[in-house]
């Protein structure tokens, strides 16, 4: 099993950028998938879910400028991150789990968001 993200980088406070997180070895389809994000010092946080049927959640940090996406013909999930702020900063992860908050789950391995202001 395999969660491979891709599309981090450094952007200016206000940018947009749009993570993808593709899924292998699993059957993407039936597992809900996650975005968390572990700033300098903090613990993971949820940043944003969708179930396996298209529901989503967000954290209250990013309610409004984040969005989250799925599409199950190629595994992959999407983060369209908008006006992005400092605070954003922080490595973010991909999760799958079978259910929203029980049975198998996978980690990726993350990839780094730097917003400068």
């Known amino acids: 099993v395999q969660l491979v993200e891709s599309g981090g980088g450094c952007v200016h406070t206000g940018g947009s950028l749009n993570l993808s997180c593709a899924g292998f070895?699993?059957?993407?389809?039936?597992?809900?998938m996650k975005w968390y994000r572990q700033r300098l010092g903090m613990e993971r946080e949820l940043v944003a879910g969708?179930?396996?049927?298209?529901?989503?959640l967000f954290g209250d940090s990013v309610e409004g400028r984040f969005a989250i996406s799925r599409d199950n013909a190629k595994s992959t999930v999407f983060l369209q991150m908008n006006n992005l702020k400092p605070e954003d900063t922080a490595v973010y992860y991909c999760?799958?789990?079978?259910?929203?908050?029980?049975?198998?789950?996978?980690w990726g391995k993350g990839i780094l968001v730097t917003v400068s202001s």
């Open positions: 969708i179930s396996k049927t298209g529901s989503t």
């Open positions: 070895g699993f059957p993407f389809s039936d597992f809900a």
């Open positions: 999760h799958a789990r079978r259910g929203w908050s029980y049975g198998a789950e996978y």
